[in-house]
């Protein structure tokens, strides 16, 4: 079955750690989006890319870093640059927005 | 930046009542789009009506958009304990790409 697939499901990072979530989809999607969600409210937009080896930042990119170098794989990593990464990031993809966004089942990130 | 602001916050039904959720939004759209998110899941879509569109229907779903005022809402007929999620509107902007942003979202309960 077709899908988009986030991993891990939760993750605790450490003051000062870097980490990487990882979001893997085989729907022949061009365009890959990742968002951050905070508890009661909407997604907000943190970097997208819609075509290999390219990305745009989004409206909150500062503190994340991405990489585009397949099709199907659009890695996030969370820097020690961000000072408030606990949330709820949501990855999505797409043909274009024309289409609808698929999203995956998210990762909780949470600092200790 | 949030383009979308949504209308309710919370609203909270009875089984087989309607459900009526509304959204604004600022600048000219390509298209809109309606998405539900299950507490701690992903988003799945659930209807994209496109600009030059005024009513859309999806089984107990209706969708209404006026590029006049800038507005959109979202109708789920018979509700039922299982509707029971948060709704979020995401209105793709006009020549920015495939990105969508969302708005803060309607939290539905519906009580068996």
């Known amino acids: 079955d077709g899908g988009i697939t986030q991993s891990p499901k939760y993750l605790f990072r450490k003051e000062g750690q870097n980490v990487t979530l990882s979001c893997e989809q085989n729907l022949n999607h061009d365009a890959m989006y990742w968002y951050r969600q905070d508890p009661g409210q909407g997604l907000r937009l943190i970097y997208y890319s819609q075509i290999v080896n390219d990305f745009q930042k989004g409206d909150i990119a500062e503190g994340y870093s991405v990489s585009r170098e397949k099709k199907e794989s659009f890695p996030l990593t969370v820097t020690s640059a961000q000072k408030n990464p606990t949330a709820f990031y949501l990855c999505?993809?797409?043909?274009?927005?024309?289409?609808?966004?698929?999203f995956g089942s998210g990762t909780r990130l949470t600092v200790v | 930046s949030q383009q979308g602001e949504e209308d309710p916050q919370a609203l909270s039904i009875q089984e087989g009542e309607n459900a009526t959720m509304n959204c604004s939004y600022k600048?000219?759209?390509?298209?809109l789009q309606w998405y539900r998110q299950n507490s701690g899941r992903g988003l799945v879509h659930l209807i994209l009506i496109r600009s030059n569109e005024r009513e859309k229907h999806s089984g107990r779903l209706r969708v209404t958009l006026d590029t006049s005022k800038k507005s959109s809402s979202l109708l789920i007929t018979a509700s039922r304990a299982a509707d029971t999620a948060s709704y979020f509107c995401?209105?793709?902007?006009?020549?920015?790409?495939?990105?969508?942003?969302f708005g803060q979202g309607t939290e539905l309960s519906v009580k068996p």
């Open positions: 995401a209105t793709g902007p006009y020549n920015q790409g495939g990105k969508l942003i």
């Open positions: 999505a993809s797409s043909f274009d927005s024309r289409y609808g966004y698929t």
């Open positions: 600048t000219s759209i390509n298209n």
